[in-house]
């Protein structure tokens, strides 16, 4: 089963509630990206407060929500959230190697899913301490920061090393989204799509999602 989650990149409130109001009739989960201006150059609504105000005003009551934290201070940032209707904590590795192992416990604590994520130019070995403990992985298929950037072929021999080694481990893949290169990406072996400019550039979201959902198993 192939998961196509939209993600988001907001400035303000206003823009959150618009985008996710776009998307909400025809998904089960929505990607909110946040950015500190530092680990990535782009920057974001802080998150908590909005996230929590826009909750009374969802016609999907259903909605859930997973946040992808791209901030130089994960282990401060993501307690802000732990209060929030968030259930899935996408953390980078880079910042975080030395608290990751704590974040997983807090957050598994509390019954929410916790998924490191990495670069396109870190080394996968950096997953190897915490992959039997974390409910999944993310590769970023972009540098990070911004809508729009070109997907990076390498990442296919990525997610194919990756599910070799842990076949079990659900890989999902961040960036660069084509209905082309979601299909490799499936193909190598990832099961979920994070896709952005694709999804909020067309102008049919309901279609523009279906033709991301590429099933390779019946060519």
Not at 14 to 31: F, I, Y
Not at 121 to 131: K, R, V
């Amino acid at each position: 089963m192939i998961e196509i989650i939209p993600s988001i990149i907001a400035k303000t409130y206003e823009e959150l509630e618009t985008m996710v109001q776009k998307v909400e009739p025809h998904v089960s989960r929505v990607h909110i990206d946040i950015m500190d201006g530092k680990f990535v150059a782009n920057q974001t609504i802080a998150g908590p407060l909005e996230i929590k105000q826009l909750i009374p005003n969802l016609l999907n009551k259903d909605l859930q929500f997973e946040v992808h934290l791209m901030v130089e201070d994960p282990r401060e940032r993501f307690l802000d959230w732990l209060d929030t209707p968030v259930n899935k904590f996408i953390i980078h590795l880079e910042p975080s190697q030395e608290t990751f192992g704590e974040i997983i416990q807090i957050i598994h604590g509390l019954g929410k899913e916790i998924i490191p994520t990495i670069n396109p130019e870190t080394q996968l070995e950096i997953l190897n301490e915490h992959i039997h403990n974390i409910d999944g992985v993310q590769l970023m298929s972009v540098n990070p920061g911004f809508y729009g950037r070109e997907f990076i072929r390498y990442t296919l021999s990525r997610i194919s090393k990756l599910h070799e080694i842990y076949p079990d481990t659900p890989i999902q893949v961040d960036g660069g989204m084509t209905p082309d290169n979601a299909k490799m990406c499936i193909a190598s072996g990832a099961s979920i799509l994070i896709s952005g400019s694709y999804i909020f550039n067309s102008q049919n979201i309901a279609k523009a999602i279906e033709e991301l959902k590429v099933d390779t198993l019946n060519e």
